[in-house]
């Protein structure tokens, strides 16, 4: 009953840290491309908060569940799915942490150029194509974790 308790957890989480990321990354994109500053501005505070709430916890829970799972199951860390996830949520890991800097320094911009109701500077458009390119590893990098948590290739 532990094992299938934490796996249904694990898989809500999964399911948390994708929607969330997809869903904040497709509002944050259609913001953008409005140029509407006021909407931009609200967006992004929006976004950071949805990575706080969401984001955070299930960044965290996944590994942690995952590993216990493993532990559970018996299954050492060496069988490929299980290390070749865990190199891959890395790597999502590694393009997340800049990208969670890039969200609260975009934000705070909008913000600045909100209440001064001046365009959007260069460096927030920079900001936001890093934003944009550092999501395109991690998305894909997730989405080969999912595939080898279902298939569990060894």
Not at 39 to 53: E, G, T
Not at 76 to 103: D, H, K, M, N, R
Not at 122 to 143: D, E, S
């Amino acid at each position: 009953m532990i094992y299938l308790t934490l796996k249904y957890l694990h898989i809500l989480s999964m399911v948390l840290l994708f929607g969330t990321g997809l869903g904040s990354a497709f509002y944050k994109w259609i913001a953008d491309r409005s140029q509407n500053l006021e909407h931009i501005a609200q967006v992004n505070r929006h976004v950071v908060l949805a990575d706080w709430i969401f984001t955070t916890p299930t960044v965290i829970f996944q590994p942690v569940s995952g590993l216990i799972m493993v532990y559970l199951a018996g299954i050492p860390v060496t069988t490929f799915w299980v290390s070749a996830s865990l190199a891959l949520y890395i790597l999502a890991g590694l393009c997340w942490i800049p990208v969670v800097w890039l969200q609260i320094r975009m934000s705070k911009i909008a913000d600045t150029s909100l209440k001064h109701q001046h365009a959007l500077p260069h460096k927030y458009w920079q900001y936001a194509r890093i934003w944009f390119w550092l999501g395109v590893p991690a998305f894909t990098a997730m989405v080969l974790v999912v595939f080898l948590m279902v298939f569990k290739i060894s």
